[in-house]
């Protein structure tokens, strides 16, 4: 069904009011234009839209886990606390600090805020609803949350201010060794597909009706991890570190300028909650199901859902010290990953020289790489020494002897 | 090929999430590293001890609440015992199973923010600290059903306790000796093997026996560095001759055996107040002795305030944070001569700078939330 | 070039692009000049792809404003207070009638040059087209950059390392 009201695919509504404008005779470059326009307005929207609901949902879920009622004043079970918080930030006085660079600290925020509006640009969230269905789909979700990094920079460079910019080098150092794992977990897919297009993975996944997350574990959980630092969210919120530095690079940000901040984190939440959901997840199918589900209602669902492990994990878990994280990254998250892309690429070839049936070759595969998982993660993890006394947990000794001392003893298991 | 560096200096607080009250860090940064760590403390300083000076013996076990405003009961018990070893004056059964049973709780309680603070400062955004809260709550409870307060107790008096626990006391403490050891249960198993907290407490802030005892660390901190000294054991007050419990040591003195080292601690404290329960006589709660019970307040000099012989007294007990000890020097007036707290947060702090020092900013505040202060102590 | 939207895009994107070329050099304080760098690149980038060339576009990024942008601001923050202001040396004159010299060449040498225009065929995908020669044809390039590169991270490990390690060898 292709009629204008079939929501199920909102593209179809777009691609008839397109229609009607090139009827009334406008230009070519009109419907062309206005299309364009229309996909990003309704791709902001959607963004603030979910922003604000997702202050309230991560505040109450948070709060549900700590064992206490999240906002529950501000309107009917505090519904409206993301708008009184968002009136408040509005209203706040704009202080620009004096020793601070002016135009540098007021670019700071835009700088940080534009790549996690323009990621959301390749992804498909419905089957005709994609603003830019690029070639370099995956290439370009990846380039674009680089520029993050000089955001950043900026924004703590411009504050003239110490916490800020300790809070900007650490953050800097984090975000260029993630980046690599980023790559190296997404070339995986690519290497399954065969194409750098979304909507091509998506039609891979369809086809074969396997999940890639099924397919590759190893690349699902570096990339879930990357993604996290990449977002600076919780447990690797090292930038705003909140009880080491007050607040990192944007401790000298107030009013919408830190509202500015505030959305990018959970826009770049999305953001990378979408590429996971588009990539490993199957996007907006659902085995079938798109066909009387509207695409992109299973497309919002999986990433909300997806999202809330986040949200748990800011709940649950602490964070690891700066040379802890990259240490994590470079001896452990990089070699598996590089592990990863080899055992994939052989499985790819092996896939297409010896002609094995899909039927045949996706759970044989999908055996493999979760074995594979488990044990390069256990494996590599006992090699680098996890294992040993001296990163595990143990009790105290308890004893009745006074004056005796125990140093230096092997302490019991717990 | 060397860099042109220069040494940064951060100063962390007294305004800071982190530093458990008004307290300044000034730490010597070269990149990550702490080059020197000076510390400046006396913002909290309310001369405390020149007040008590002009204020009865009485009227100064409200003092003792609100210098270690988190463990109230052992503050004010270290004072009383102090005046009592001064005059002579001989504590009735009940009350020294009664200071016995409130100590161990409010132990228990203060632990409960210890921790909670400590894996807040690792970064767990409070969700340790809220649920360890819910458990001093409900013992914030029994305090209130004993004395009326919640945090400032004002629970001891010179001669035994200010009145009798009511007739629900007992069970509610029973109930809450059956919940609580679950709860430690919890709490251990969700933080004790926690990759990320064992991570980044193993092998930071160590402290080897010789550096503690020539620190004169004590409490949790000395016991962490494998010292098994406590002053409940070594020179038993109140009921604590008659209870059995064991000591809890640890074997790195670094930040995870502290934080052991108080987690198993909170679990010998319930055995103790179990035991309190059971054997605890009946009789009075107060000393009988002219003029102890009523004391008028606004009238310092009346003719019912205490007056202790000349001389002088050291008590000490084990508090939550370490040796908490009172010297008092009496010269036959009602109000003290000098008063003096040693208390254990401010003697723990000085090996900071030993133990800060080559670690990274990160180390530093769990490090200083490891030694668990309460700056109320600090400064006095 | 035909339709309006590319060459209204070009136009802005040039303009762009040299505009703030030049700020780069002209500006005082070094963090803005790489910024101004960095829109630059993005100028590029945008250049790249009116031509089409999406795989170079969307790697101009990742790299020039990703990377490279955060390698000199490294530079700079590393550099000691005193000598971060854009260089006003005795050279900006010389160096302005060499640049001068240069750009006035390379434009008599396009407007002299007798272009061959072909049709412009339909959009194809360069990104395999590149991946495959990258190792069918030009693999020996492609195996040297990546040496050379092996090289300059062993370098830059090898200078960054305590002076006490660099004594023991």
């Known amino acids: 069904m292709t ?50 609901a997702f202050i309230w949902i991560e505040r109450r879920v948070v ?53 996690t509006i323009v990621v959301f640009a390749p992804i498909p969230f419905g089957e005709e609803m994609v603003l830019a269905d690029l070639n370099v789909g995956v290439l370009f979700l990846i380039a674009i949350a680089s520029i993050n990094t000089l955001a950043v920079f900026i924004a703590g460079w411009s504050s003239n201010n110490k916490y800020a910019l300790l809070g900007a080098m650490r953050t800097i150092a984090m975000l260029i ?15 399954f597909v065969g194409s750098m297009r979304l909507g091509d993975i998506i039609g891979w996944q369809l086809d074969h009706d396997v999940w890639l997350i099924v397919l590759q574990p190893v690349a699902v ?40 901040f505030y959305q990018a984190e959970y826009l770049a939440g999305f953001a990378i909650t979408a590429v996971v959901v588009t990539l490993y997840l199957g996007g907006y199918t659902l085995f079938g199901l798109e066909q009387w589900v509207p695409g992109w209602l299973i497309f919002l669902g999986k990433l909300y859902g997806f999202f809330f ?45 010896a002609g094995l049936e899909s039927q045949l070759a996706i759970p044989l595969f999908a055996v493999i790489n979760g074995a594979f998982a488990v044990a390069v993660v256990v494996g590599w993890a006992t090699a680098l020494g996890h294992s040993a006394p001296r990163h595990t947990a143990h009790r105290a000794i308890l004893t009745q002897e006074v004056g005796a001392i125990f140093y230096g003893e092997a302490a019991p298991r717990p | 090929m060397t860099l042109q560096t220069e040494p940064f200096v951060v100063n962390i607080g007294p305004q800071h999430p982190s530093t458990h009250g008004v307290f300044r860090l000034r730490l010597t940064l070269d990149g990550e590293r702490i080059v020197d760590a000076d510390m400046v403390m006396g913002y909290l300083h309310r001369s405390m001890e020149k007040l008590a000076e002009e204020r009865t013996y009485t009227q100064n076990i409200p003092f003792t609440d609100r210098t270690d405003y988190i463990a109230a009961m052992t503050g004010n018990l270290a004072y009383v015992m102090a005046v009592e070893k001064l005059c002579g004056i001989e504590v009735p059964d009940r009350a020294l199973w009664l200071r016995t049973m409130m100590a161990e709780l409010q132990r228990f309680a203060s632990h409960c923010i210890a921790i909670g603070i400590f894996a807040n400062d690792c970064g767990a955004w409070q969700t340790p600290v809220m649920h360890m809260f819910r458990d001093r709550e409900k013992i914030l409870d029994l305090f209130e059903m004993a004395c009326g307060a919640r945090l400032t107790l004002n629970y001891m008096r010179i001669g035994g306790v200010s009145r009798d626990i009511p007739p629900e006391f007992i069970p509610a403490v029973r109930k809450l000796l059956k919940d609580l050891p679950k709860r430690v249960d919890e709490y251990e198993d969700l933080l004790l093997s926690n990759e990320i907290i064992v991570a980044r407490s193993r092998g930071v802030g160590a402290l080897t026996p010789e550096q503690a005892i020539a620190h004169s660390v004590s409490g949790p901190m000395l016991r962490a560095s494998g010292v098994a000294w406590d002053v409940r054991t070594a020179d038993p007050y ?17 930040v995870y055996d502290r934080f052991v080292v108080r987690l198993a601690e909170m679990r010998q404290s319930l055995r103790i107040v179990e035991q309190c329960v059971e054997m605890m006589p009946a009789g009075p709660v107060h000393a009988a002795f002219a003029g102890a019970s009523v004391q008028p307040i606004g009238n310092p ?31 036959g007036s009602p109000a003290p001569f000098r008063f003096h707290i040693r208390s254990p947060s401010f003697i723990n702090l000085t090996p900071l700078k030993l133990m800060s020092v080559g670690g990274t900013v990160a180390d530093a505040i769990v490090i200083l939330g490891s030694v668990d202060i309460v700056v109320g102590e600090v400064d006095r | 070039m035909d339709d309006a939207g590319t060459v209204i895009a070009f136009w802005v994107l040039s303009a762009a692009t040299i505009s703030s070329a030049a700020a780069t050099a002209a500006v005082r304080n070094l963090i803005h000049a790489v910024v101004l760098l960095v829109v630059s690149f993005m100028g590029v980038a945008g250049l790249y792809i009116t031509l089409s060339a999406d795989f170079v576009a969307v790697t101009q990024i990742l790299i020039y404003a990703g990377a490279i942008s955060v390698l000199m601001v490294f530079a700079i923050v590393l550099t000691p207070r005193g000598e971060r202001g854009n260089a006003e040396g005795f ?13 006035v060449t390379l434009i008599f040498v396009a407007v002299d040059t007798e272009w061959v225009i072909s049709d412009r065929p339909g959009f194809q995908e360069t990104a395999s087209v590149i991946g495959e020669a990258l190792l069918d044809r030009y693999v020996l390039p492609f195996e040297i950059a990546s040496v050379l590169l092996l090289v300059a991270m062993l370098g830059a490990i090898v200078l960054v390392r305590p002076d006490s390690a660099m004594e023991d060898e």
């Open chain 1, 63 to 115: 709060g549900l886990m700590q064992n206490r009622i999240g906002p529950n004043r501000v309107g009917p079970q505090g519904l409206l606390q993301p708008v009184a918080d968002a009136i408040k930030l509005l209203l706040k006085e704009a202080i620009t600090t004096t020793n601070a660079d002016r135009y540098m600290f007021w670019l700071g925020p835009i700088l940080v805020f534009i790549p």
């Open chain 3, 91 to 103: 050279l900006r004159l010389p160096a302005l009638l060499l640049a001068g010299l240069v750009a």
């Open chain 2, 301 to 331: 000099v009346g003719p019912l305030a205490i007056r202790p012989p000349e001389g002088e007294a050291y008590a000490r007990i084990e508090s939550p944070r370490g040796e908490l000890g009172f010297y008092i020097v009496s010269d």
């Open chain 1, 177 to 191: 060794s993630y980046e690599i794992i980023q790559v190296l977990a997404l070339l995986g897919v690519v290497l």
């Open chain 1, 309 to 353: 492990t986040y949200i748990w994990f800011r709940g649950t878990l602490p964070r690891l010290r700066i040379d802890q994280l990259m240490a994590f990254a470079w001896k452990f998250l990089l070699p598996i990953s590089i592990l990863n892309v080899l055992l994939v690429g052989s499985e790819v070839l092996l896939w297409k020289e």
């Open chain 2, 238 to 254: 109140a009921a604590y001759g008659k209870v059995d419990f064991d000591i809890a040591v640890g074997t790195n003195g670094d």
């Open chain 1, 221 to 260: 959980l570096c990339y879930i991890i990357a993604g996290a630092v990449e977002m600076n969210r919780s447990p690797m919120d090292i930038a705003e570190a909140e009880s080491e530095i007050v607040a990192g690079y944007h401790t000298e940000y107030g009013g919408i300028k830190f509202g500015f």
């Open chain 1, 3 to 52: 009629e204008w009201y079939d929501f199920r695919d909102i593209g179809n509504a777009v691609g008839a009011l397109l229609d009607q404008i090139r009827d009334w005779g406008a230009p070519d470059w009109v419907p062309y234009v206005a299309a364009t326009l229309i996909g990003i307005v309704g791709i902001l929207l959607w963004a603030v839209l979910s922003v604000l």
